[in-house]
């Protein structure tokens, strides 16, 4: 006798403690049940055959509601209820991500000469990412070795490691630590966030794409993303220029970052 229900995201992923409540045709509510960490509802309170009305609720989600038959045995199977995210998009499912930097690209694009772009990379870098039940308390850190930075030319990266640009002697890390989450559009969300780098911290948003999950050779599940953000260099005291024929400067004042990141879940890296 009575109910039974599993509760998904659209992606697959179990909706732990989603609540389900049920209602006769009159309103009143008969049976209230809390799905377990499978996401599965399993109630035995006895119903009386007849229609009800099935309501599902989740921190962070879009509520559903669907009518349900009780047969003469008093048993309901809602089956499967997919929740959407409240603004209509997705992310992995609770609890920390560690971002594998073997499989991820910390990238910067700077114009030069006013008609090409110059394209570097950190190599050097850890990152986590903390998925929330409510989504929006999500957190996101990442450590960046500023030395790491590589484009291709052993004189133009040092350079860029001198204090002109990144001086990683007296600023060897760049940081930056999430501060919210917010939705911004149906696959997108905004990271807000501050950035610190050569000791400046400013508020730097990221506008980020969840590109889905997936299993890995070693066992493991993985989670794919997509972020961009544009910078400032005076922002960060990197005034240096060198102003070239026709008043063009050498290198622009704005840097382009893109992050393509792969997340592990878990609390560590998979050993291989």
Known sequence: MGLSARIRTRDGWALPHAVVTVTD????????AEADDEGAVHDASALTPGPYTVIVTAVGYAPAASTAMVTATGRAEVGTVVLARQGGAELPPPGPWTVDPAHST???TAQHLGITSVH?????????VDIAQDVEKSRVEAVIRSASIDTGNGMRDGHLKSPDFLDVETYPELTYRSTGLSPAGPDRWTVHGELTMR?????????????GTGADPWGGTRAAFKA????KREDFA????????AGIAAIGATLKVELDIQAVQGDA????
């Open 199 to 211: 000791g400046v911290v400013r508020q730097v948003d990221l506008d980020l794409s969840y590109l």
């Open 238 to 245: 990197m005034n240096y220029n060198q102003v070239v024929q």
């Open 25 to 32: 045709m009159t309103g009143a509510q008969v049976l209230r």
């Open 120 to 128: 570097g990379r950190f190599t050097d870098f850890t990152a986590r």
């Open 228 to 231: 961009v953000a544009e910078l």
């Open 269 to 272: 890296l998979p050993t291989v």
């Open 106 to 108: 910390v990238a910067a």
